[in-house]
């Protein structure tokens, strides 16, 4: 499915369908903490980064089919290591966007001399996403148990996923 696929960075006009795929994966509430009560607004500031951060989408035939935001995982001295977060839409599942978007990002990380690229909080029981991830070379450095409440498996751990650059 991802012949045809485009990755490009975000703009405004694209906010709609991003929110789109966004309250999707929130409401699905097996990825992420975010609250459900979000407000559009909200959840543009959360998703759309500004720099030295970019917001990008995956498209096919024009269609936003996924998303990901990138840049570094904490400020001053924390600015060498970069971080990321993944949407994808439920119909573009298991057919590459994801693995397409994470290329990009570590691409793009290496590229502006990050040092390595940390998630903070990967939900154990994703298993496409932890597989994702350690197929693409990042490893699990932690655990935080029982630190996400899934509404499918009950509490399970938030991993700390690394990957060095």
């Not at 543009?44 to 995956?58: H, N, S």
């Amino acid at each position: 499915m991802t012949e045809g696929l485009t990755i490009r960075p975000a703009t405004a006009l694209d906010w709609d369908a991003i929110h789109s795929i966004f309250e999707q994966v929130v409401r699905e509430g097996e990825t992420y903490a975010y609250p459900m009560s979000l407000t559009s607004d909200d959840a543009r500031d959360l998703w759309m980064e500004q720099p030295p951060g970019l917001t990008v989408v995956a498209e096919i035939d024009g269609k936003i089919v996924g998303t990901a935001k990138m840049g570094p995982n904490r400020p001053g001295h924390g600015d060498h290591i970069g971080t990321a977060s993944f949407m994808v839409d439920a119909t573009a599942r298991g057919a590459g966007v994801g693995r397409r978007l994470g290329a990009y990002v570590i691409d793009w990380h290496r590229r502006r001399g990050f040092e390595g690229i940390q998630f903070n909080a990967v939900v154990a029981s994703n298993a496409a996403a932890v597989h994702l991830w350690t197929s693409l070379g990042f490893e699990i450095v932690g655990t935080v148990p029982n630190a996400f409440r899934s509404p499918r498996f009950g509490r399970v751990g938030l991993h700390v996923m690394f990957l060095a650059l």
